[in-house]
């Protein structure tokens, strides 16, 4: 090895063999409490994303590969209490990929290695199967002249389970086919969502142990040694791959679509979203848009398989020792994954609250690269006892930030230290100092006048939630702080291209889209006038419940009382007397009236410029649907902003939530809509895709 080659490793290889031995301790136990016990402690993401470093390591080290390793096998070992069964075709696991340039790689490589062999009159053609990969429990099923014989679980490969009478207890599996052939097949058995919650439910009722999903139930019912219990619980199965076919009157299909289409013809079922794909970005296609509609199925679904479609080019490729070279599960992107914590550091707020944020080894969650993590508080971090140099579950759900789920302790570093708040934080101003918030776990800047504090403010008033400002972040900001041409909001709208082109990075162009962009943002809605100001413990609901409370009146706000605030239903105490006392400071009041003489406060309707394009109209029907609903928006919406979605809603006469809880109505899902799909799944919260919620106007 070069010196080149060397500098490429990511770790020493002591330290890869201290590594390689803890995530292989790790990894054997998960896999055990999954595959063996049912009982999972971690989701099925974090241990992809183990096994993902694992093998990273072993690819860079191949000499520290080891017969035991997790990486060398193809699953769990069977149960003791079935009889045993050898399989009479060796049953292999997938190789998972998780993102487009994986998948492009696979298609480059299956046609790299077919031409290889191809002779001059061999055109290599790359259409693919794409199959949903369906989250269940594999079962192998053997026929014998059309009659049902044997049935098995997957096992270790070699050696599986009888679950024969099991098997046939569910409804989809054929006793009989159609044409009396002799097979084997493999499928995925599955129990409906619907299912699952019946189930759960009655568990429930009699203090006996429930299910954390579908799948755990459907493995745990399909191991029960009354074969009544499975039949109470109507299991059920798609078929997807013919293993072996021993009968000369049925040709052997050619490609996997002709296979697909024959087991369906002898009676099996098929799940029938397959689909022929000319190339590896229909593929990709395929697979985004089933990230999407995943949820709109009664059965859970974690990723795409693909598979070469020519029986031909299947058998050239061929397997390795532990998977086919011919197919590849595409895996969803997801949502959690494991990443290494590589510092701890504090973020001063706009109010004077202090952050902790973990500073991550980079890695990629739900469609993009995250470096950092919100620890919350002191509690948080004690709860978790998350210290430097841990390996941890980050947990990243369609909108949701970023946060830190589980410590793996037994990846710990020796020398790593339990992490103490500090009693000084220099961002903070004067001295330092901090305090604890009373009847809080948060801490805050003792100094509220501090150059930091002052620069969040400005942040948040320039960011989507308030003036919505484009072009004018975060680092422009402290720029413009830092030359001090601005020090208030009011500064902001009182720039001129003159005071920009002078400064580093302004350029002709660069200070006309800043100033266009000053002067758009200068009609304003109240509830995101509100927003803007800072005020401790006003966030976006509350901003918009005083803006109804006082019909849309900045006027008549300003010269509320106290009481007038905490009449408002859903603004306490607390947020009532912040919001009193904010708005009869001297220095605050003459903000908002300068800031007024720069602004206009407008009606929503007059900014929904996504709504005037798609020209969407509440009508009598909508509000109908809508009215004194409780809605939670999640995801990435396409159509519209988020925010367009929100007026659209309250215009509808709906209450918006952030949280999914058994007080929520409907949830609306974009694109990467994560846990608070499964969690309104597990609640029986009706969900609206977007292109459905479009139809509503």
């Given at each position: 090895m070069d010196k080149t080659e060397t500098a490429k490793k990511s770790l020493k290889k002591e330290d890869a063999v201290k590594r390689l031995e803890k995530l292989r301790k790790t990894i054997e136990h998960h896999r055990y409490l999954y595959h063996v016990l049912d009982s999972p402690e971690i989701s099925d993401e974090a241990l992809d994303s183990l096994k993902s470093e694992l093998d990273k390591i072993e690819s860079e080290f191949p000499e520290l590969i080891t017969p035991d390793s997790p990486s060398q096998r193809v699953s769990g070992k069977p149960l003791d209490q079935f009889e045993k069964v050898k399989h009479k075709v060796p049953q292999w696991s997938f190789a998972d990929i998780f993102n487009e340039k994986e998948a492009a790689e696979f298609g480059e490589r299956v046609v790299r290695m077919l031409e290889k062999t191809k002779k001059n009159d061999i055109k290599i053609s790359p259409e693919f199967t794409c199959e949903l990969k369906i989250d269940g429990l594999k079962v192998v099923i053997e026929y014998v002249d059309g009659i049902l014989k044997k049935a098995a679980t997957r096992g270790d490969g070699k050696v599986g389970e009888d679950v024969t009478e099991n098997v046939k207890t569910i409804q989809s599996v054929p006793l009989k086919l159609k044409k009396p052939v002799s097979v084997i097949v493999e499928g995925e058995v599955y129990l409906d969502k619907r299912e699952f919650e019946k189930i759960n439910k009655k568990l429930a009722l009699k203090n006996e142990k429930t299910y954390a999903n579908p799948r755990n139930l459907a493995a745990g019912t399909l191991r029960q040694l009354d074969s009544q219990i499975v039949s109470d619980r109507n299991l059920s199965v798609f078929i997807y791959d013919l293993a072996k076919i021993d009968n000369e009157d049925v040709a052997e299909p050619k490609t996997q679509f002709e296979e697909l289409e024959l087991l369906k013809d002898l009676g099996?079922?098929?799940?029938?979203?397959?689909?022929?794909?000319?190339?590896?970005?229909?593929?990709?296609?395929?697979?985004?848009?089933?990230?999407?509609?995943?949820?709109?199925?009664?059965?859970?679904?974690?990723?795409?398989?693909?598979?070469?479609?020519?029986?031909?080019?299947?058998?050239?490729?061929?397997?390795?020792?532990?998977?086919?070279?011919?197919?590849?599960?595409?895996?969803?992107?997801?949502?959690?994954?494991?990443?290494?914590?590589?510092?701890?550091?504090?973020?001063?707020?706009?109010?004077?609250?202090?952050?902790?944020?973990?500073?991550?080894?980079?890695?990629?969650?739900?469609?993009?690269?995250?470096?950092?993590?919100?620890?919350?508080?002191?509690?948080?971090?004690?709860?978790?006892?998350?210290?430097?140099?841990?390996?941890?579950?980050?947990?990243?759900?369609?909108?949701?930030?970023?946060?830190?789920?589980?410590?793996?302790?037994?990846?710990?570093?020796?020398?790593?230290?339990?992490?103490?708040?500090?009693?000084?934080?220099?961002?903070?101003?004067?001295?330092?100092?901090?305090?604890?918030?009373?009847?809080?776990?948060?801490?805050?800047?003792?100094?509220?006048?501090?150059?930091?504090?002052?620069?969040?403010?400005?942040?948040?008033?320039?960011?989507?939630?308030?003036?919505?400002?484009?072009?004018?972040?975060?680092?422009?900001?402290?720029?413009?702080?830092?030359?001090?041409?601005?020090?208030?909001?009011?500064?902001?709208?009182?720039?001129?291209?003159?005071?920009?082109?002078?400064?580093?990075?302004f350029a002709e162009k660069s200070a006309d889209n800043l100033i266009a962009s000053i002067n758009e943002a200068r009609k304003i809605t109240l509830p995101r006038f509100i927003i803007?100001?800072?005020?401790?413990?006003?966030?976006?609901?509350?901003?918009?419940?005083?803006?109804?409370?006082?019909?849309?009146?900045?006027?008549?706000?300003?010269?509320?009382?106290?009481?007038?605030?905490?009449?408002?239903?859903?603004?306490?105490?607390?947020?009532?007397?912040?919001?009193?006392?904010?708005?009869?400071?001297?220095?605050?009041?003459?903000?908002?009236?300068?800031?007024?003489?720069?602004?206009?406060?407008?009606?929503?309707?007059?900014?929904?410029?996504?709504?005037?394009?798609?020209?969407?109209?509440?009508?009598e029907k909508t509000k109908k649907f809508f009215e004194n609903k409780t809605v939670v928006l999640t995801g990435s919406l396409s159509q519209m902003t988020r925010d367009e979605a929100k007026d659209l809603l309250r215009d509808s006469g709906a209450n918006i939530s952030s949280s999914v809880s058994t007080k929520t109505d409907f949830i609306i899902a974009g694109e990467n809509a994560g846990s608070k799909i499964k969690k309104a799944e597990d609640l029986g919260v009706k969900i609206i895709l977007e292109d459905d919620f479009i139809k509503k106007f």
């Amino acid at each position: 090895m070069d010196k080149t080659e060397t500098a490429k490793k990511s770790l020493k290889k002591e330290d890869a063999v201290k590594r390689l031995e803890k995530l292989r301790k790790t990894i054997e136990h998960h896999r055990y409490l999954y595959h063996v016990l049912d009982s999972p402690e971690i989701s099925d993401e974090a241990l992809d994303s183990l096994k993902s470093e694992l093998d990273k390591i072993e690819s860079e080290f191949p000499e520290l590969i080891t017969p035991d390793s997790p990486s060398q096998r193809v699953s769990g070992k069977p149960l003791d209490q079935f009889e045993k069964v050898k399989h009479k075709v060796p049953q292999w696991s997938f190789a998972d990929i998780f993102n487009e340039k994986e998948a492009a790689e696979f298609g480059e490589r299956v046609v790299r290695m077919l031409e290889k062999t191809k002779k001059n009159d061999i055109k290599i053609s790359p259409e693919f199967t794409c199959e949903l990969k369906i989250d269940g429990l594999k079962v192998v099923i053997e026929y014998v002249d059309g009659i049902l014989k044997k049935a098995a679980t997957r096992g270790d490969g070699k050696v599986g389970e009888d679950v024969t009478e099991n098997v046939k207890t569910i409804q989809s599996v054929p006793l009989k086919l159609k044409k009396p052939v002799s097979v084997i097949v493999e499928g995925e058995v599955y129990l409906d969502k619907r299912e699952f919650e019946k189930i759960n439910k009655k568990l429930a009722l009699k203090n006996e142990k429930t299910y954390a999903n579908p799948r755990n139930l459907a493995a745990g019912t399909l191991r029960q040694l009354d074969s009544q219990i499975v039949s109470d619980r109507n299991l059920s199965v798609f078929i997807y791959d013919l293993a072996k076919i021993d009968n000369e009157d049925v040709a052997e299909p050619k490609t996997q679509f002709e296979e697909l289409e024959l087991l369906k013809d002898l009676g099996f079922k098929v799940n029938n979203h397959f689909k022929l794909c000319k190339d590896i970005n229909e593929v990709i296609s395929y697979w985004k848009k089933w990230q999407k509609e995943k949820y709109k199925e009664t059965y859970e679904i974690d990723g795409v398989v693909i598979k070469m479609n020519r029986k031909d080019y299947q058998n050239t490729l061929g397997y390795t020792g532990k998977a086919p070279r011919f197919a590849i599960a595409f895996k969803f992107q997801a949502e959690q994954v494991t990443t290494v914590v590589e510092d701890i550091v504090f973020q001063v707020g706009r109010t004077g609250v202090i952050t902790p944020v973990a500073h991550l080894r980079p890695v990629e969650v739900a469609g993009s690269t995250v470096s950092r993590a919100t620890l919350h508080n002191e509690d948080e971090i004690n709860r978790l006892d998350v210290r430097i140099g841990d390996t941890i579950i980050l947990q990243k759900a369609g909108d949701v930030i970023p946060q830190v789920v589980k410590v793996f302790k037994d990846l710990r570093p020796n020398n790593a230290k339990p992490f103490k708040f500090p009693k000084k934080i220099l961002e903070c101003g004067g001295d330092g100092s901090i305090e604890r918030i009373p009847g809080q776990a948060a801490y805050r800047c003792v100094d509220k006048g501090s150059f930091t504090m002052q620069l969040r403010r400005l942040h948040y008033f320039a960011s989507k939630k308030a003036f919505d400002i484009e072009n004018i972040g975060p680092k422009v900001i402290d720029q413009l702080a830092e030359e001090n041409l601005i020090s208030s909001p009011v500064d902001i709208f009182t720039l001129e291209k003159g005071d920009l082109t002078p400064l580093e990075r302004f350029a002709e162009k660069s200070a006309d889209n800043l100033i266009a962009s000053i002067n758009e943002a200068r009609k304003i809605t109240l509830p995101r006038f509100i927003i803007s100001l800072s005020i401790d413990h006003v966030g976006e609901e509350t901003a918009y419940l005083i803006s109804d409370n006082f019909s849309g009146s900045l006027k008549k706000i300003t010269e509320a009382g106290l009481d007038d605030f905490i009449k408002i239903n859903g603004v306490g105490g607390i947020v009532a007397e912040s919001i009193y006392k904010w708005l009869r400071i001297l220095e605050n009041k003459k903000m908002v009236t300068d800031l007024l003489e720069q602004i206009e406060i407008v009606d929503s309707k007059e900014l929904n410029s996504s709504i005037k394009k798609n020209k969407l109209k509440i009508t009598e029907k909508t509000k109908k649907f809508f009215e004194n609903k409780t809605v939670v928006l999640t995801g990435s919406l396409s159509q519209m902003t988020r925010d367009e979605a929100k007026d659209l809603l309250r215009d509808s006469g709906a209450n918006i939530s952030s949280s999914v809880s058994t007080k929520t109505d409907f949830i609306i899902a974009g694109e990467n809509a994560g846990s608070k799909i499964k969690k309104a799944e597990d609640l029986g919260v009706k969900i609206i895709l977007e292109d459905d919620f479009i139809k509503k106007f």
